[in-house]
């Protein structure tokens, strides 16, 4: 397998981003990522202006984050745009009919700039077809706490704020895992919004970028062809070969969740038919714990480990580091013969 980390969710000027293309892929070279995802709000204009593709070692890819009064969706791999003047269901709908991805943004965002909370969740989950979710928002996990009287201390100690993917996503996340694949990304929404009065800059890219990334798994290597590199990556999302990675605690490159046969990968579906050997790997020891269907199967200080899945279910490894999120990975399903 090949690996690949980038950032997801990413704005430029050409919505409400300060930076310009050029600023955001020195800092992603800078912060030595291999891919960045760009999803300004309702516009792929960084796609007209042609900037996706090889940029040195950086592929950018273009998406937009189609954002509606009723809850904003990452759409990936379409070729045109999506209205945002449209009920969830149509957006999810147009995006799946262009063959592309669709992540439900900070699924359950909010936060209180000054008095008024401002919702920036998901609003209608009846709705089914979606590839999967933001699982962990980085701007979302910082800010749901922040208050104006407490600027100072969140500008200064971001990482004291973070503390992994909302537990109602999280457990969102479980549930629809259970009937159908539901894809777990990192997206940081990153903006770097300046203050100008104040001379601040919270969260500027280069940061943001060392912070929370994705990981991506893929049986091809990139051949620096954006038009052949673009639908591998987009394919290892598509099919959840990919985990979470708070690579700011430590890099977490080398991060694996499989069979030990190596058939199964994570986010493999496979019909169960008799007990599994499944292997966890990480770069250096964590806390590592075994998630079958949304709870804890056992818990251990380790850097790799083998278990034997004895019945059907959805298994994902969760790992913290210094009692800090650190890695969540997709999940390999095993499903029993009647549910598929
Ligand atoms: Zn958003
Ligand atoms: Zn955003």
């Keep these: 397998m090949f690996e690949y980390s980038g950032a997801i969710h990413i704005h430029s000027k050409y919505s409400d981003g300060s930076g310009s293309i050029p600023c955001i892929l020195e800092d ?3 912060a030595e990522l291999d891919f960045i995802t760009l999803t300004d709000h309702n516009t792929l ?12 070692n950086l592929l950018l890819m273009v998406g937009e984050e189609v954002s509606s009064r009723k809850g904003h969706c990452l759409a990936l791999g379409t070729k045109q ?8 269901a149509g957006i999810i709908d147009d995006i799946q009919i262009q063959d592309g991805l669709s992540f439900i943004a900070h699924p359950h965002g909010s936060y209180r700039p000054l008095i008024k909370r401002k919702n920036h969740a998901w609003r209608d989950w009846t709705i089914t077809g979606f590839t999967g979710l933001e699982l962990w ?31 109602q996503t999280l457990q969102l996340w479980d549930q629809f895992c259970q009937t159908s ?39 091809e290597a990139f051949s620096k062809n954006a038009s052949k590199d673009i639908p591998i990556a987009l394919q290892s999302l598509r099919q959840g070969h990919c985990f979470i990675g708070y690579d700011f605690l430590h890099n977490t490159t080398h991060t694996r969740f499989q069979s030990v046969d190596k058939t199964l990968l994570m986010g ?25 269907d949304g709870q804890p199967l056992e818990s251990l200080f380790a850097s790799k480990h083998r278990f034997e899945a004895k019945t059907p279910g959805v298994y994902r490894i969760e790992a913290r580091l210094q009692n800090k999120p650190w890695i969540y990975t997709n999940p390999i399903y095993l499903r029993s013969g009647a549910q598929t």
Aim: aromatic share 16%.
């Design 28 to 30: 992603a070279k800078k």
């Design 45 to 56: 204009s960084a796609r007209v202006a042609r900037w996706e593709g090889w940029h040195g």
């Design 81 to 88: 745009r999506v209205s945002h003047r449209q009920p969830p």
């Design 137 to 167: 928002s980085y701007m979302f996990d910082w800010i749901k706490d922040f208050h104006y009287l407490r600027f100072y201390q969140h500008y200064r100690y971001p990482e004291r704020f973070i503390e992994g993917p909302n537990p």
């Design 181 to 219: 694949r539901c894809v777990a990304i990192g997206g940081v929404d990153a903006h770097a919004r300046k203050y100008p009065i104040v001379g601040f800059t919270v969260f500027p890219y280069e940061q943001t970028f060392r912070t929370l990334r994705t990981h991506i798994l893929t049986h």
């Design 268 to 292: 493999d579906e496979h019909v169960f038919e008799h007990p599994i050997e499944l292997e966890i790997y990480v770069p250096i020891s964590a806390d590592l714990t075994v998630i079958k």
